[in-house]
C-alpha cells in the first residue's frame, strides 16, 4: 500500500511539473521579438569579437572553452516566431528569421549541422542577427527550457551582462553553501568543497553560460539540503524534481554535476550513525533511480509532446541519437580508441593539472594525519562508503556515453567535481571536528 502511494505521488508529481515546464516556455514566448532584438544583436557582436573559442593558461596547461552552446542557446530564443510560439517553443530553430528564411531542415542524426564549410555557430548567429537567409536548422531533440530565463533577462542584458549576472547568482549560492558547511560541519569539509571546485576550473566559469544551468539546479539543492529542510524522507523527491529540471535547461553538458552532487552533500549533512553499508548503498541506488527517473522522464515527456503538437516525429530520431552519444555505430576499434587514446586524454589533461595534484596532495597529507589519530575505521565508515561509490560515477559515465565525452571533452571534464568532492571529502569529513554550531550548543550547556 505505501509502494502504491509512492508511486501516485511520483505520478501527480510528474504530471504537476510537465504542465509547469510547458506553461514556462509558453508564458515568456509571448515577450515579443521587439523587445529582445536589440540586446540579441549586441550579443552576437559581442560573440563574434570573441571568436568560437576562448583561450586560458590554467597554471600548466593552455584550455579552452568554446561560444558554440552560448550562441546556439541565443539564437533559438532570437529565431523564436511571434506568430507561431507552440511551434517555435517544441522544433526549437536556430538561424531562423520568420518570413524570409527559405530553407528549414529538420533535426537529424549525428553532430550539429551547419550552415558553411567551416563550423562556427558564432558566425551563423552574427548572420542570422544581420537578415542572411542562411540555412536553419531544428533542434527538437531538447526542452531548451533555459529560453524561460534567457528570453526575459534578454530584454534588459546583453549576453556579456548576463554571463556575470549569473556567474555572480553562482557565487552567492556557493557562499550560502560554504558558510553552511562551516557553520554545521566543520573547516575541513568547507574546504574541501571549496578545493573541488576551484579543481575544475570554477574561477574560469564566468566566460560563459555552457552548462551553468546545471550547476545552478546543483547548488539550489545543495544549499536546500545544508538547511536541513529536506529530510531522508524527501530526498528522493527533490532528487526526482531536480533532475527533471536539468533535462529541462541543460544540452546534455555535465548533467552528472547536477544529479549527483545534491547527493554527496546530504551524505556530508546526514548525522544518522545507526546506518549499516546495506541501508547506505540502497538508499544510494533509491538516489540513482530518483535521477534517471525524473531526467529520463522529463526529456521523453517534451519528445512526446512534441510528436503530439507539431508532428515533429523526433521520438525515434532522439533514440538514434542517444546510440550515437554513446558510440554505439562506432566499430570496437573506434570505440577503444575514443574512449582509453583520445576521451580520457582529453578529459585528463583538463581535468588534472598541476593545482589539482597540489589539491590532491594537500588533501592525502590531511588524510594521513587522520588516519594516524583515528586509525583505519575512519575510512570504512558507511557515510564514506557513499563517497567512495560517488566518486566513480563520472569514470562510468566516461565509458559508456563515450562519443559525447569524446567530442565535448573542454566541459565534460567538469563531471570530476564529483570524484574531487569525494575524495577530498574521504580525508575531511572528520567526525571529530566539531561543528560552529556545536561549539555554541556546549557553551550554552556549560552556562
Given at each position: ?194 578545493a573541488a571546485f576551484i579543481a575544475v576550473e570554477y574561477l574560469e566559469w564566468y566566460q560563459n553560460m555552457q552548462g551553468n544551468y546545471v550547476l545552478l539546479i546543483a547548488l539550489i539543492s545543495s544549499v536546500l539540503i545544508s538547511t536541513g ?219
Open positions: 500500500m505505501n509502494i502504491l502511494k509512492q508511486i501516485i505521488k511520483y505520478i501527480i508529481v510528474y504530471i504537476v511539473l510537465m504542465i509547469i515546464l510547458f506553461s514556462a516556455l509558453l508564458i515568456v514566448s509571448v515577450i515579443p521579438k521587439s523587445a529582445i532584438e536589440e540586446n540579441c544583436k549586441e550579443s552576437a557582436d559581442q560573440l563574434l569579437k570573441q571568436g568560437e573559442k576562448i583561450y586560458y593558461k590554467s597554471f600548466d596547461r593552455q584550455m579552452y572553452t568554446d561560444n558554440s552552446t552560448d550562441s546556439i542557446m541565443i539564437n533559438i530564443v532570437y529565431s523564436m516566431d511571434d506568430n507561431n510560439k507552440i511551434e517555435s517553443i517544441m522544433k526549437c530553430r536556430r538561424n531562423y528569421n520568420p518570413g524570409e528564411t527559405t530553407r528549414v531542415w529538420e533535426d537529424m542524426l549525428g553532430n550539429l549541422p551547419y550552415h558553411s564549410s567551416r563550423f562556427s555557430m558564432v558566425n551563423e548567429f552574427y548572420q542570422t542577427t544581420k537578415g542572411i537567409d542562411i540555412n536553419s536548422y531544428e533542434y527538437a531533440r531538447y526542452w531548451h527550457g533555459y529560453i524561460v530565463l534567457l528570453r526575459p533577462l534578454l530584454v534588459f542584458f546583453d549576453y556579456k551582462e548576463i554571463i556575470v549576472i549569473m556567474y555572480l547568482v553562482l557565487s552567492v549560492l556557493l557562499t550560502i553553501l560554504l558558510m553552511n558547511i562551516y557553520r554545521k560541519k566543520g573547516l575541513p569539509q568547507t574546504i574541501a568543497v571549496l529542510k529536506i529530510t531522508r524522507k524527501h530526498l528522493n523527491l527533490l532528487l526526482f524534481i531536480e533532475s527533471g529540471f536539468i533535462a529541462y535547461l541543460d544540452l546534455l553538458t555535465f548533467p552528472l554535476v547536477g544529479c549527483v552532487v545534491p547527493v554527496i552533500i546530504y551524505n556530508l549533512f546526514d548525522e544518522e550513525e545507526d546506518t549499516n553499508n546495506k541501508k547506505r548503498f540502497r538508499q544510494l541506488v533509491g538516489n540513482g533511480v530518483a535521477c534517471i527517473l525524473g531526467f529520463g522522464l522529463v526529456w521523453l515527456g517534451k519528445l512526446v509532446i512534441s510528436d503530439w503538437l507539431v508532428n515533429t516525429e523526433i521520438v525515434d530520431l532522439s533514440i538514434k541519437q542517444l546510440g550515437f552519444r554513446l558510440g554505439m555505430y562506432l566499430s570496437s576499434e573506434q570505440l577503444k580508441a575514443r574512449m582509453f587514446h583520445r576521451a580520457y586524454q582529453k578529459i585528463f589533461y583538463y581535468g588534472l593539472t598541476k593545482a589539482d595534484l597540489i589539491i590532491i596532495i594537500l588533501g592525502t597529507i590531511y588524510g594521513l594525519y587522520c588516519l594516524k589519530k583515528y586509525g583505519p575505521k575512519y575510512y570504512f565508515s558507511s557515510k564514506k562508503l557513499v563517497y567512495y561509490l560517488c566518486m566513480i560515477v563520472p569514470f562510468i559515465w566516461y565509458t559508456i556515453v563515450v562519443e559525447h565525452s569524446y567530442l565535448h571533452f573542454f566541459f565534460t571534464y567538469r563531471n570530476l567535481l564529483i570524484s574531487y568532492l569525494c575524495l577530498l571529502l574521504i580525508y575531511a569529513d572528520n567526525p571529530g571536528v566539531k561543528s560552529i554550531d556545536n561549539n555554541i550548543e556546549e557553551d550554552k550547556n556549560n552556562d
